[in-house]
Every structure is written in C-alpha cells, then in structure tokens.
C-alpha cells in the first residue's frame, strides 16, 4: 500500500459525460500528479499540482481539468467524455515538488466510457 | 525530447533464476534520474528503484539491482532469484525534471512471466 488513496476504483458512463476522480496523497506529500495509461498510448503525465498550484502540464486534453485543494487532495475532471478516454488514471504523489523526489502511485480508477 | 525504450515486449524466467529487462533512454539533460515499477495483474504501480544520473554505484533493493551504463544510455533491470509474484509488467521511466517540477516518462513496459 502506497498510502495514495484513488475514489472511484471503477467507473463506467456514456459518452458526453462528465465525471471527477479523487486523488488522496500520502500523508506529507505536497505533489500530486495525474497520470493517463491507455491501451494506445501507454502510461501518459497529463499534469502536476504542488501545495496547490499547477506546476506542469503534459498531454492533457482541454476537457480534461484539475485542481488541488487547501487540504491537499486533488480532483480531475474530465468532460464531454469520448470512447477514447477510457483508461486506468493514476495519481501520483511526492514529498516534493523537485526532480529528486520518487512518486508513489495510487491504485487507479478505471474508466470505462460507453 | 526525452524518451525511453524497452524493447522486450515479453519475457520469460524459471523460478530461482535471475532475469534482465531492457531499458534505453534518450536525453540531452545532465542530470536525469532513472525508475522501474512493477504493475502486477491488479492494476496498481509499485516503485521498484532509483538511479540518479550522478549516482557512481548501480542502485541495489533487495532482488532487484539497476545496471546503469550511462555511456551506452541504458538502465537494466536485474531480477535476481525470480519468484512465481515478480510475474507482471515492468516499466522503465525516466525523470524529466527542471525548474521545480518532476514527471515521469515512461516505456512501453514488458511483460515478464515467471513459469515453477
């Protein structure tokens, strides 16, 4: 057990949705990111909070949000859902916000689109 | 731009054996840092080990040991003394890091299969 903790585990909607995965980090860590793993395109960074403020952006799509909250626990929002969009969504979390620091990963939510 | 090869789709071990996994990088960066994760059946990304580009030893845990060979720009994995649990996708990842922020890039992994 990491200690990063991912509500839901599965999910399943329809295309044109919208819905937000929760992302608890470690206790202590100030990091969080957001990971995409899909079948085509592998495991993806989509972005990077620190202590609340977006540090990095990667291959995230426009529909795509999210946001990191005074208590430290972060939300991605993906809307207008796509077939396409169905994959594992990690987050990850780190003490840090620097390049010496190791990421522990969540279990994932799994997103099905329909 | 930073990538990361693993070009073993598929392997295989017998119990008790030691196995390596391939991995290359490219980069233009000085400092970089190297990790495997193990992603069993269930889903979950475990965090295996760490090399820092500046780190003179290859990095050792437990079982797993990391050969590091910057000249040729590669970051094996060494299993020693498999187990029926290693069976499961191993990635390689390489950290992109300036400026304050740290993601991850990561191969396309290989499937590692360990048979009694």
């Known amino acids: 057990d990491s200690g990063v903790t991912q509500t839901p585990k599965h999910l399943i909607t329809a295309t044109g949705q919208r819905v937000t995965l929760r992302c608890s980090p470690r206790s202590g860590d100030l990091s969080v990111y957001w990971y995409q793993q899909s079948l085509d395109q592998g495991l993806q960074f989509l972005i990077q909070?620190?202590?609340?403020?977006?540090?990095a952006k990667g291959n995230i799509l426009e529909r795509f949000s999210a946001q990191q909250f005074p208590d430290l626990h972060s939300e991605l929002n993906l809307s207008s859902l796509e077939l396409g969009d169905s994959a594992l969504y990690f987050c990850?979390?780190?003490?840090?916000?620097?390049?010496?620091?190791?990421?522990?990963f969540g279990p994932g939510t799994r997103l099905t689109v329909t | 731009a930073q990538k990361i090869t693993q070009t073993q789709p598929g392997m295989f071990v017998q119990e008790k054996e030691a196995v390596t996994l391939d991995c290359t990088y490219d980069?233009?960066?000085?400092?970089?840092?190297l990790f495997w994760y193990k992603q069993p059946s269930s889903g979950e990304m475990i965090f295996l080990i760490y090399q820092g580009s500046y780190d003179e030893q290859n990095a050792t845990e437990g079982r797993y040991s990391l050969n590091f060979q910057k000249a040729r720009k590669s970051a094996n994995l060494v299993i020693s003394a498999s187990q029926l649990g290693d069976s499961a996708m191993y990635f390689c990842a390489m950290r992109e890091g300036r400026g304050g922020y740290n993601k991850l890039i990561f191969g396309a992994g290989t499937r590692l299969a360990v048979h009694p």
């Open positions: 980069t233009s960066d000085q400092s970089y840092g």
């Open positions: 909070y620190y202590n609340g403020e977006e540090r």
């Open positions: 990850a979390s780190s003490v840090g916000m620097g390049s010496s620091y190791e990421q522990y």
